[in-house]
């Protein structure tokens, strides 16, 4: 215009902004690619594509239910939280493929299925849940944030993933009634 002007950034808001995008960005490619893992691993291991398509919606909702609750504690996205949600598809998919693996391995039409996976994976699932709450409950009183943090998010990570893979997987799997031919012994 004419006019000497002096743009400066005192307040570095430019470089918040960009960190925020870099934060959003690699928080969000790192969680979509480990739900795409987790899909491709368990369509090849199970041969089955709606056993894979289903496990993919619960470690997803795992996702959203996790950002959902740490949002609403009143986190903003920052270095630690975008690189917990970088690492959450990896922390949600363990109940989900032992509930799978057990389905799929087991005889009779898919209400005997689901009763037989429940049967042989169900306490395994459920005291593996409740070990790794109750190792993360130290985690909420570390005075380093990144430890507290880190508590939280794996509690509410295997607290979302074991509801999701009990009622939210084998409920789909359930109403489903995808016909599997037991394999020949």
């Not at 960009?18 to 899909?39: D, E, K, P």
């Amino acid at each position: 215009c004419g006019g000497k002007v002096l743009i400066t950034d005192l307040d570095q808001k430019f470089i918040f902004m960009n960190n925020q995008r870099i934060y959003r960005t690699s928080a969000v490619s790192g969680s979509m690619f480990g739900v795409l893992i987790a899909f491709v691993v368990l369509l090849i291991s199970t041969r089955k594509f709606h056993i894979a398509f289903f496990a993919a919606i619960c470690i997803f909702s795992v996702l959203v239910s996790v950002i959902g609750s740490t949002t609403m504690m009143g986190w903003t996205l920052g270095t630690n939280e975008a690189i917990l949600i970088s690492i959450l598809a990896g922390f949600s998919v363990d109940y989900v493929v032992h509930l799978a693996h057990a389905h799929v391995h087991a005889t009779g039409n898919t209400e005997q299925r689901v009763k037989e996976a429940f049967g042989n994976m169900g306490i395994s699932v459920f005291s593996g849940m409740l070990t790794s709450v109750v190792a993360s409950i130290p985690l909420f009183m570390c005075t380093l944030t990144f430890f507290a943090k880190f508590g939280t998010f794996l509690c509410f990570t295997i607290l979302f993933s074991w509801v999701f893979a009990n009622f939210g997987f084998m409920s789909l799997i359930a109403q489903a009634n995808v016909k599997i031919k037991d394999k020949k012994h």
